[in-house]
């Protein structure tokens, strides 16, 4: 089986994530025959059939990935989205709607969802029900148990002869949605204060990214009673200090961001040998035998030399990583469903669909223009978008609050035939050519009531008119392209630009 994980960009080849997630599974895969390619969405604009099994979208929240997976799913492929960052549970935080739209728009083309833990799941199931699903766990990279056991042996000696306790923080210390990472480190402060005045000395080490060391996280961490330095992250310093420090701290909080994260980090810092002490949320629970929950707890198995993780319970622990983050066993996982997807497919009919219209709102991209043209959709650009590019389709608003449409003169023959001649010459707009219609001699029943909020120009007023005047240009292009459904094209991360509408759940999409 041949499986393509979409990923936004190349850059994103060098993240974490994709490290942990999908380049441990590889070699696995391969020994048993199977494959897994990571792909930019940019490359696969060029591509008029399928050349793999799977498509996996991971981490392209725009209508690229949308356009794909209809694409893809329509031309016998399997298609699906990996979740592993809640950002679709906060029903009350507008700015997420962008985010909850595209999953909702995206599920529809959709034949499974890949979660990273159990709770990722159920959010995921929220969403779409119907769908099937599956847990992959990220898995941990194959360790020696003769190092390991080698390790625990020589950190536990140099720490109580040396009466020093070496700690270890490492991981993304911001997000740009939430207060988590450094925030989390500084509130759970207290928690190391516990390890001091009981004969050891205490240090902290913090690995960190660059983006998080911002003046506010620094002031927080001044506040720590225990020393501490700090550095930008690398794999190679995170390896040495996970090789140095006897003990890994690893806080969490309650918000339902940080009660979805994967085990990663606390299996990565117990595979390098060191114990890990985790206070707030229990996210680490399936690996409780391994888990301080106490610096108490921690010192008095330190003075009396058993550590949860020790030669005697390595057996123990092998056992745990197998079920939990074995990279053979969710690799072989992750093929079995896959194959279950692709026999079912095989023996349902296929559906013909509508094909699929892309509306630029406020915020959009060329990227995004020049894919749905690549793939043979419509690229339409409503009053608000700004951007110049010969798009198939474009809305003006006049002053007087006329709606004019312009439509390129490749793109007529797809207008109902009745109304093709209501249309009139207009002119070239950067190298293409339009006809147009006044829409509100023709059709008087389409209300565009918020036409003079828009003409305000300004931030409030556009924000009012934005979802009626979407409203009314769906309806008008259901009526001239009666075989389209839409995807709205909006990428602002600051203002929640949305059209309301309820659905079953009232939940707005």
Same mark, same amino acid.
């Given at each position: ?20 997630? #999908? ?24 591509? %008029? ?5 799977? $498509? ?14 209809? #694409? ?6 399997? &298609? ?20 909850? =739209? ?13 979660? +990273?833990?159990?709770? !990722? ?5 929220? $969403? ?11 898995? &941990? ?58 004969? =050891?000395?205490?240090?902290? +080490? ?6 998080? !060391? ?13 020393? *501490? ?26 918000? +339902? ?24 949320? @229990?996210? $680490? ?91 043979? !959709?419509?690229?339409?650009?409503? @009053? ?27 793109? !007529? ?11 009139? @010459? $207009? ?8 006809? &147009? ?11 565009? %009531? ?15 008119? *934005?979802? @009626? ?14 075989? *389209? ?15 309301? &509408? ?8």
């Amino acid at each position: 089986m041949k499986i393509a994980v979409v990923i936004s960009s190349e850059l994103q080849k060098e993240q974490a994530g994709v490290r942990i997630r #999908y380049k441990r599974i590889i070699p696995a895969l391969e020994a048993s025959g199977h494959s897994l390619e990571l792909i930019s969405i940019t490359e696969l604009g060029v591509i %008029n059939r399928p050349l793999h099994d799977v $498509y996996l979208v991971s981490k392209c929240y725009d209508a690229r990935s949308v356009m794909l997976m209809k #694409y893809m799913s329509e031309r016998g492929a399997i &298609v699906g989205v990996d979740l592993f960052d809640d950002y679709f549970s906060q029903l009350t935080d507008s700015s997420f709607i962008r985010l909850r =739209y595209w999953l909702r728009t995206i599920l529809a083309h959709c034949s499974f969802m890949l979660c +990273s833990t159990v709770a !990722m799941q159920e959010v995921a199931k929220s $969403y779409a029900p119907q769908l099937l699903s599956h847990v992959m766990n990220d898995p &941990v990279d194959l360790f020696d148990l003769n190092v390991l056991n080698k390790t625990l042996t020589r950190k536990l000696q140099a720490t109580r002869k040396l009466r020093r306790i070496d700690i270890a923080w490492f991981g993304m210390g911001d997000n740009p949605n939430f207060v988590v990472g450094l925030s989390d480190l500084a509130a759970f402060g207290h928690e190391l204060d516990r390890l001091r005045g009981h004969g =050891y000395e205490v240090q902290l +080490s913090i690995l960190t990214n660059r983006r998080a !060391m911002t003046a506010d996280n620094l002031a927080l961490l001044s506040r720590l009673a225990t020393p *501490y330095t700090i550095q930008e992250w690398t794999v190679e310093r995170e390896k040495a200090l996970l090789d140095r420090c006897v003990i890994s701290f690893l806080p969490v909080n309650g918000q +339902s961001f940080s009660c979805v994260k994967s085990m990663n980090r606390a299996l990565t810092a117990l595979v390098n040998g060191a114990q890990v002490l985790s206070v707030g949320y @229990p996210l $680490y629970s399936s690996l409780n035998n391994f888990i301080y929950r106490s610096p108490l707890h921690f010192l008095n198995d330190l003075d009396q030399m058993t550590l949860a993780l020790r030669i005697s319970t390595l057996p123990q622990f092998c056992e745990c990583v197998e079920q939990v983050a074995d990279v053979r066993g969710e690799a072989q996982r992750l093929v079995e469903f896959f194959t279950e997807i692709k026999n079912k497919k095989s023996v349902i009919p296929q559906v013909k669909t509508k094909n699929l219209a892309v509306i630029h709102g406020k915020h959009s991209s060329g990227e995004i223009h020049k894919f749905a043209q690549k793939k043979g !959709m419509l690229s339409i650009a409503s @009053p608000f978008c700004s951007i110049k590019l010969n798009f198939d389709i474009r809305f003006q608003f006049l002053e007087e609050g006329s709606l004019l449409l312009l439509v390129s003169q490749r793109k !007529m023959n797809l207008i109902v035939t009745e109304f093709v001649s209501l249309f009139e @010459p $207009y002119g070239i707009i950067i190298n293409t050519e339009y006809l &147009v219609l006044n829409v509100e001699k023709i059709f008087p029943d389409i209300s565009v %009531n918020a036409i003079a909020l828009f003409n305000l120009g300004t931030l409030a007023s556009q924000t009012a008119a *934005y979802s @009626p005047i979407m409203k009314s240009l769906m309806n008008l292009i259901t009526i001239l392209f009666p075989g *389209y459904d839409f995807i709205i094209s909006e990428k602002s991360k600051r203002i929640p630009w949305s059209i309301l &509408v309820s659905d079953e759940n009232n939940i707005e999409r």
